[in-house]
């Protein structure tokens, strides 16, 4: 066990803070690990209940804790990564970690192309598309909010299906060979509904991941995947061209 002898030389709630994280890098606490309530950290280390609680309050702020009222304070889990350039189906990624996927239809149907969506299709506003928003969950937590678009030239069937066995990106994978893709990432602050939907709180920011691809020259599809930011992370890796590899991409 990480032993703390306090001294003067800095704050009481630092030295606890230096303590806590140690026991975590350590591995003492490893993820999901109940650590020392305010209680045991006052009667452990004989300081007040406010020293205390700015220790746990700002490791929590700092993403290292998750406090869970009227249970106790965990190791947070680190956030889960999701490859950038090399973009796997969701359910594929949730159960490479040994987790349970499950996904939820928030809405599902024939939309006209707003000015903006259009743009995107390289059509004209009013073009009649295929339109799906889904959660994803791990382990029942929501870790993505799926906003769709869909050619129906390019998938006549998409909205027959109900996607419950299989996500919009692998039956889009099976059905309709890609010959272009294009990411964009960015932060952003989620909406009213778009908190609701992932169950985040007021001020917690989100990652988006927005992608066309193309197939035949001409757009097959133009999703926007948004991520609360302490669940989630988008992550790639580069091989320079006239490497002897290629990076191959397996989602649309």
């Known amino acids: 066990m990480t032993s703390l002898v306090l001294t003067q030389a800095q704050p009481l709630y630092v030295q606890l803070k230096e303590h806590i994280l140690a026991r975590i890098r350590s591995r003492e606490w490893a993820p999901g690990s109940r650590v020392l309530s305010e209680n045991e950290i006052v009667e452990q280390f004989s300081v007040s209940r406010m020293t205390a609680n700015r220790a746990l309050k700002e490791l929590t702020q700092e993403g290292f804790l998750a406090r869970v009222p009227g249970v106790g304070t965990f190791v947070k889990e680190p956030p889960q990564r999701a490859s950038l350039l090399e973009i796997r189906n969701i359910a ?18 024939l939309v006209d192309a707003s000015p903006a969506i259009a743009e995107e299709f390289e059509t004209n506003a009013g073009a009649r598309l295929f339109h799906i928003t889904m959660v994803h969950r791990e382990n029942g937590v929501p870790v993505q909010l799926e906003d769709r678009y869909v050619n129906p030239l390019a998938a006549p069937d998409f909205l027959n299906l109900d996607f419950a066995g299989i996500t919009p ?59 609360p930011a302490s669940r989630h992370a988008l992550y790639s890796r580069y091989r320079p061209s006239g490497s002897n590899h290629s990076m191959e991409s397996d989602q649309t």
């Open 169 to 227: 990106t692998a039956y889009l994978v099976a059905n309709v060979p890609v010959d272009e893709l294009e990411h964009t990432v960015e932060a952003m602050m989620p909406s009213p509904q778009e908190q609701a939907l992932l169950d985040v709180p007021a001020g917690e920011p989100c990652l988006t991941l927005h992608r066309r691809s193309w197939s035949r020259d001409r757009v097959v599809t133009a999703v926007r995947f948004t991520y």
């Open 92 to 109: 594929d990624e949730i159960a490479a970690r040994g987790h349970f996927h499950s996904s939820e239809i928030a809405h599902k149907g």
